[in-house]
Structure formats: C-alpha cells, structure tokens
C-alpha cells in the first residue's frame, strides 16, 4: 500500500508541475518570435525541407510505443532531408544523424525503469531559439510536453501534438485518489495549447473529444513489414520453446500493472498450448509466480524480436488502456492471430477477419478466444493469411508522409494567421 500511495501522490503533481515557471514577459517574447522570424522564414506549406524539432516524454534506452514511433519519425526525417532535433530525457548523443538533447528528468517511484522529462520552459525556449524549428512535434505530451508546447506558443511555433498515452486510464488502472480527474484537466490543458492533436484511432479520437479537445486530426502507426513478417517463423525457436509440439500463445510489451497481465493465467486451463513472454517490466516477478510453465524471453529487439513473433501461433493482448497497440499490429504483420479487448486501438487494428476481440478484463471471454483458436486449425490459418495481409497498407513511410502534411498543414494556417494579425494591424495604423 505504501508504493501506491507514492505514486498516487506523484501522478497527481504531475498535473500540477506546469505551475514551477513563471511565464516570461511579453516583451521578451515578441523580442524573441521576431528574431525567430527573420532569421530562417517558414517553408511554404506544400514545398521544401523542414526543420522539425521533436519534444518526447521517452526515449532510448527505454523502449515502449513512444520511443519507437520517435524512432521511425526521425528516420523517416532523415530519409527525406528534413532537418531535425530530438528532446527527450534520456538518450544518446544523436539518433538518424540529428542531435538528440537531454533534459533534466525524474523516475517515477512505482515504475524506476521510466523517467519523465522535468525539464524548466527558460530552457526549452532556449533549445527552440537556437534550432529555429518551423514545426515543434510533441510526443505523448506530459510535464515535458506541456512546457514545450508553452514555449512554442510563446515563439510563434506551430505544433503539432501525437496523442499516445493514456494517462487518465493510467491513473484508474492505478487507483489514485482523484487521479483520473487530474489527468484529463492535464490532458485537457495540454492539447487546447498546441495547433494540432493526432490520435492514432478512433478510440482516442472519441476520448479528446469528450474532453472538448479542439484540432484532432488521426494518425495511425506504421509496421515495418520487413521486420515483422511470416517468414522470419523460426522452426528451431519452435522447437525449444515447445519440445512436445505444443502450439505458442505469446504477449510482447511491457510488463506493468496496467497491462493486467494477470489475466493470462486464464489460459492455463488450455491444453497443448506454452505461454510466451517478450518484455520486461517490474510486474515481471509476479509474473513469473503466476505462470510457472511459461517462456520468458526478455526484451528482444531486430531480427530476434521479429522470429519471436512470428513463431507464435496466437498473439494476445491484454491491457484495455492503448491508444493503438503497436505490439498487435506487429503480430498482425507476423502473420499472427491476435487476441485483444474490445477496447482502444485493438478495435481499429484488429479486424474480424484476423482475430477476435473480447470484453476488457474477462478472462473467461480471452481464454474461449484463444481456445476457439488453438482447437481449429482451418480457422487458425485462415486467419493467419488475412492477418498480413490487413497491415500490408501500413509501412511507416506511408504514415510519416501523412504526418509531414500535418506539419506544412499547421505551419501554413500559422502563417496564414500571421498574415492576417499583420494587416490587421497596418489597418488600425492607417486608422489612427
């Protein structure tokens, strides 16, 4: 009880930590902006490189669906000739050849793998003056975010924010005191801040807009089908992992309260099956002593994430709270069945065809699921066939393309505002 007190305590500040910095006078602002200004004008909306500044919640060594859409976003960037920089509380020195910038952050007392970024508005106003971005990005927006998007408002910095985690569901899942509430007032405050929201599915798309979030747009997340593909299925994995023939029903993600995890102990009752899990997170050890008879693989990544995946013979999901689920559409991409609640994301990337969703937390709905699956093989590989081929749509440099629009969309509507003001202005200075 005393861990979750801790945590309690934290989330809630952190609907609060946008209060730490005063806001900077107006002139300094202006002062600021018309400096921006002049020294690098803005690209028109539809023509010419672009300088992207990304701010990220997380990023590299840890690895969840932030840090890796970061990742494809920067190397999309790079592929393109954009110019860009990376913020972020952690991380090496570059990524994709740009710059990448750390920033004071803290860890979060239940979860010590994860830091949030900490970092004073002063100093990302200082970051955005000297890079001169003509777009800020803001992934998964928190503390970090928030003071990013107010410094980029200060300067006159179109921004565009990528709605990806699900803090007030995060707050329920943990039982804090008032959390849920303080968390869509954050959530809230921070989008009605920046030009643009992209959700990545049309569960978030409906849950920013219960909050009367103005400017969404949708962005979903890109596969790579290199990467992820049925033919990377490794008959040696297969047959260390289940020496008796028994089928694979395997989770990939992190390991964490909010995933309910403990749901999996339903599938026990199967027979002839071996549960699999990829991942690692501080729910691990109980995870251990809840599902003795299964396969803990760690955290993988490249060549060995893409065999462990696509060795599966079903893929489940479990947590309610995603905003898309990337691991799902990997699987999808594998060439795997997917399993997933009828909840977030899983409802727009898992379709009928490919496998089933359930109601969120009934484990008795997700064991009959997979069962259904593990019991008819016609079926099994009827959906494994449709399972690839209902991403083959989703590369990521299809997606980034989308989202590179959004930004000369934004930055020309700014400019456009701009314009406008400035007549506006000249007028009342005829006027006078």
Known sequence: MRTRRSSNDNLVTLAR???RDAAPRASATTTARHRADSAHPAPTATTGHLRVLVVAESFLPQINGVTNSVRRVLEHLAT???DARLIAPTGPTSYAGFPVVTVRGARLPFYKEFRIGLESRRRLRLE????????VHIASPATLGHQAAKAAKE???????????DLVGFAAQYDVPGGARAMATLTRRIHLGVDRTLAPSSASLRQLEELRVPGLGLWPRGVDLEQFDPRHRSPQLREELAPDGELLVGYVGRLAAEKELDLLTHLDHIDGIRVVIVGGGPEEQNLRRLLPGAAFLGVLHGEELGAAYASLDVFVHTGRHETY?????????SGVPVVAPRSGGPIDVVHDSAGFLYEPGNGLE???DVARLVNDPVLRRRMQLAARRSVENRSWRAVNERLVQHYRDVI?????HDRNSTQGVRRLGVAS
Do not use: K, N
């Open 80 to 82: 393109q000739g954009h």
């Open 366 to 368: 997700l064991r009959a």
């Open 17 to 19: 930590a946008d209060r």
């Open 412 to 416: 020309e509507t700014r400019a456009g």
């Open 128 to 135: 955005m003056e000297r890079f001169r971005p003509d777009v």
């Open 155 to 165: 300067l006159g910095i179109p921004t565009v924010a990528i709605y990806q985690t």
């Open 325 to 333: 689920c990337q691991s799902a559409q990997e699987a999808l991409a």
